[in-house]
């Protein structure tokens, strides 16, 4: 009987080997690269909007070394036109987009790292922008967000400084601001996002500290007057660079997704609903993230995630399993050199369509779409002109 036994075990673990081989994840292969456009030199952002009021999404990147702005106007179709260039101040790192003087066009907030500023341009719907005015925030800001958090219904910004401060400027409704208080915290914030995760109806704050000393991402709940209680620290991977909202559980709860520099790592945080956090699920990736978002790529319902890595010079989608964790292996595709921000892309407003992806890729000084094989476009003479 013993021999039998051994037999048997052995024939039940062959097929137990079999069947793991056949279930394993085959991770869909959802994109394609359409194409690249170039824009000024070494992009490190890149944003949304629709600055012509035609339907058409629209791109614009900063462009650190030309102290530039890059506007791709949309064709509907996927496709771009030729960069428009604004020159803006020095070195221009990041920016946030919205209606900062209650009209009907998105104006620009632009966090000017070379110069310690923020600069303001309002937007005249037809693709080009007014400056308005500069302000002041001390040392090399490289992360912008609205809210409001005077609780006075008028946008307000947020900039992160790289020397261990947090600066609002408040908001008049006019598209001009004044100063707010200067926030000192942190270890080299990298990043800075708004949202209300302890659903009171004050703006909070979730920012990356980057740093050799912390390694965290910090959430400053607001009390509506400009103030925040005393910020708590949840440990993330090694040097995070930038935090995105999410909801990887579909609970309705915010959650956190934070793109670590080093040791190639992201960290999930599944929210709770009352401010706090979970502590942090580690997934590993490709060599260099630097950036990333949630999007759900294959209809499912459950957030994936799409990151760009800036050293291995790729693309990497990893499909959600529901529960702030993802399948591996992911599914990884060549971009141009130095992939460095990303945006979601849907091509037109209220088009059926499955979202695409828009890539910074600094090193190469262009932007790379790439398209979801379900889109649905119309034809277009406009994609024979892409490069």
């Given at each position: 009987?013993?021999?039998?036994?051994?037999?048997?075990?052995?024939?039940?673990?062959?097929?137990?080997?079999?069947?793991?081989?056949?279930?394993?994840?085959?991770?869909?292969d959802?994109?394609?690269?359409?194409?690249?456009?170039?824009?000024?030199?070494?992009?490190?952002s890149?944003?949304?909007?629709?600055?012509?009021?035609?339907?058409?999404?629209?791109?614009?990147?900063?462009?650190?070394?030309?102290n530039?702005?890059?506007?791709?106007?949309?064709?509907?179709?996927?496709?771009?036109?030729?960069?428009?260039?604004?020159?803006?101040?020095?070195?221009?790192?990041?920016?946030?987009?919205?209606?900062?003087?209650?009209?009907?066009?998105?104006?620009?907030?632009?966090?000017?790292?070379?110069?310690?500023?923020?600069?303001?341009f309002?937007?005249?719907?037809?693709?080009?922008?007014?400056?308005l005015?500069?302000?002041?925030?001390?040392?090399?800001?490289?992360?912008?967000?609205?809210?409001?958090?005077?609780?006075?219904?008028?946008?307000?910004?947020?900039?992160?400084?790289r020397?261990?401060?947090?600066?609002?400027?408040?908001?008049?409704?006019?598209?001009?601001?004044?100063?707010?208080?200067?926030?000192?915290?942190?270890?080299?914030?990298?990043?800075?996002?708004?949202?209300?995760f302890?659903?009171?109806?004050?703006?909070?704050?979730?920012?990356?500290?980057?740093?050799?000393?912390?390694?965290?991402?910090?959430?400053?709940?607001?009390?509506?007057?400009?103030?925040?209680?005393?910020?708590?620290?949840?440990?993330?991977g090694?040097?995070?660079?930038?935090?995105?909202?999410?909801?990887?559980?579909?609970?309705?709860?915010?959650?956190?997704?934070?793109?670590?520099?080093?040791?190639?790592?992201?960290?999930?945080?599944?929210?709770?609903?009352d401010?706090?956090?979970?502590?942090?699920?580690?997934?590993?990736?490709?060599?260099?993230?630097?950036?990333?978002?949630?999007?759900?790529f294959?209809?499912?319902?459950?957030?994936?995630?799409?990151?760009?890595?800036?050293?291995?010079?790729s693309?990497?989608?990893?499909?959600?399993?529901?529960?702030?964790?993802?399948?591996?292996?992911?599914?990884?595709?060549?971009?141009?050199?130095?992939?460095?921000?990303?945006?979601?892309?849907?091509?037109?407003e209220?088009?059926?369509?499955?979202?695409?992806?828009?890539?910074?890729?600094?090193?190469?000084?262009?932007?790379?779409?790439?398209?979801?094989?379900?889109?649905?476009?119309?034809?277009?003479?406009?994609?024979?002109?892409?490069?």
């Amino acid at each position: 009987m013993r021999p039998f036994s051994h037999m048997l075990l052995v024939f039940v673990l062959l097929l137990w080997g079999c069947s793991n081989k056949t279930d394993s994840f085959v991770p869909p292969d959802l994109l394609y690269l359409f194409a690249s456009y170039p824009v000024g030199k070494n992009p490190t952002s890149i944003k949304s909007g629709d600055f012509n009021q035609d339907g058409f999404t629209d791109l614009i990147t900063t462009n650190i070394r030309s102290n530039s702005l890059s506007i791709l106007m949309g064709n509907g179709d996927g496709s771009f036109t030729a960069e428009t260039t604004m020159l803006v101040c020095k070195e221009p790192r990041n920016l946030a987009i919205n209606r900062f003087n209650q009209d009907l066009f998105e104006d620009l907030a632009v966090a000017c790292s070379g110069s310690g500023q923020v600069t303001i341009f309002l937007g005249k719907g037809n693709g080009q922008f007014d400056k308005l005015g500069e302000y002041s925030v001390q040392r090399t800001p490289v992360s912008i967000a609205t809210g409001d958090f005077n609780s006075d219904a008028v946008l307000d910004l947020v900039v992160a400084l790289r020397n261990d401060k947090i600066q609002l400027l408040y908001g008049s409704g006019n598209g001009r601001f004044r100063k707010g208080p200067l926030y000192v915290y942190g270890d080299t914030p990298t990043s800075v996002i708004t949202a209300d995760f302890n659903r009171d109806g004050h703006s909070d704050l979730a920012v990356t500290n980057g740093g050799p000393m912390t390694s965290a991402v910090s959430i400053w709940l607001g009390q509506g007057d400009g103030t925040f209680l005393v910020p708590v620290d949840y440990r993330t991977g090694k040097r995070p660079l930038s935090v995105k909202l999410a909801d990887f559980n579909t609970d309705g709860i915010i959650d956190l997704l934070v793109i670590n520099g080093q040791m190639n790592t992201i960290t999930v945080f599944i929210g709770n609903g009352d401010g706090t956090f979970r502590d942090g699920k580690d997934s590993g990736g490709e060599a260099g993230p630097n950036d990333g978002l949630a999007q759900d790529f294959n209809g499912d319902k459950i957030p994936d995630i799409a990151i760009v890595n800036i050293q291995s010079g790729s693309l990497s989608i990893l499909y959600g399993k529901g529960d702030g964790t993802f399948q591996y292996p992911p599914v990884n595709y060549t971009t141009p050199r130095g992939p460095f921000a990303l945006i979601s892309l849907t091509v037109a407003e209220g088009r059926d369509e499955r979202p695409g992806l828009a890539i910074a890729n600094n090193a190469e000084h262009s932007v790379t779409i790439f398209l979801h094989h379900g889109l649905k476009t119309r034809a277009s003479e406009h994609t024979s002109s892409a490069t």
